[in-house]
T-cell receptor, first 114, second 118 residues
Framework: AQSVTQLGSHVSVSEGALVLLRCNYS??????LFWYVQYPNQGLQLLLK??????LVKGINGFEAEFKKSETSFHLTKPSAHMSDAAEYFC????????????FGAGTRLAVHP | GAGVSQSPRYKVAKRGQDVALRCDPI?????LFWYQQALGQGPEFLTY????????KSGLPSDRFFAERPEGSVSTLKIQRTQQEDSAVYLC????????????????FGPGTRLTVL
């Protein structure tokens, strides 16, 4: 079975500071990994994904994540936070084959203060 | 073109009422997923359609939940005899090609329907 753990339900950073949102996964088969962002009253928007190939993936809005198999992690980073980054972030996993249903973590709410 | 749309955006039901939630996927998308997102939680898978065929309904929490996609486009999630624990945001997502291939195809999410059962 697959699962996702997001460490820290709330993260607060200053504008311009590094953003680090943690995600660890469990999967018995090679995973596909994702980060989604959810703004209030909106649907989920894909930030970035890892399927195969390069383990450092770049996404939209300056975010990137690195797949580390040995650590079973897929942490999300952004060098400099912007006020508009304040939102809920979800890490998710699925696997090749099957029906690609996404297994989500509980989410991390990011607050950015001036 | 338009993205995934869902209606209504908000629904308040009295306990015991039946509700129907609608999802309009992106035109031409073969795959359609329903997820349930309880307050403060991540979305949880409910069911998957490939065209009109419901291939996976393992996430439906009880037999009060029923989903259909009769013509392979619009889908309806129906909840009978609603209970307070059904209060959640119900998300619909669609993707272009059938799931289960070797490569992942992005799921595009709608804004969700927030169901509150009193």
């Amino acid at each position: 079975a697959q699962s996702v753990t997001q460490l820290g339900s709330h993260v607060s950073v200053s504008e311009g500071a590094l953003v680090l949102l943690r995600c660890n996964y469990s999967s018995s088969v090679p995973p596909y990994l994702f980060w989604y962002v959810q703004y209030p009253n909106q649907g989920l928007q894909l930030l970035l994904k890892y399927t195969t190939g390069a383990t450092l993936v770049k996404g939209i809005n300056g975010f990137e994540a690195e797949f580390k198999k040995s650590e079973t992690s897929f942490h999300l980073t952004k060098p400099s936070a912007h006020m508009s980054d304040a939102a809920e972030y979800f890490c998710a996993v699925t696997r090749s084959g099957g029906y690609n249903k996404l297994i989500f973590g509980a989410g991390t709410r990011l607050a950015v203060h001036p | 073109g338009a993205g995934v749309s869902q209606s209504p955006r908000y629904k308040v039901a009295k306990r015991g009422q039946d509700v129907a939630l609608r999802c309009d996927p992106i035109s031409g998308h073969v795959s359609l997923f329903w997820y349930q997102q309880a307050l403060g939680q991540g979305p949880e898978f409910l069911t998957y359609f490939q065209n009109e065929a419901q291939l996976d309904k393992s996430g439906l929490p009880s037999d009060r939940f029923f989903a259909e996609r009769p013509e392979g486009s619009v889908s309806t999630l129906k909840i009978q005899r609603t209970q307070q624990e059904d209060s959640a945001v119900y998300l619909c997502a669609s993707s272009l090609v059938p799931a289960g291939r070797s490569s992942y195809n992005e799921q595009f999410f709608g804004p969700g329907t927030r169901l509150t059962v009193l």
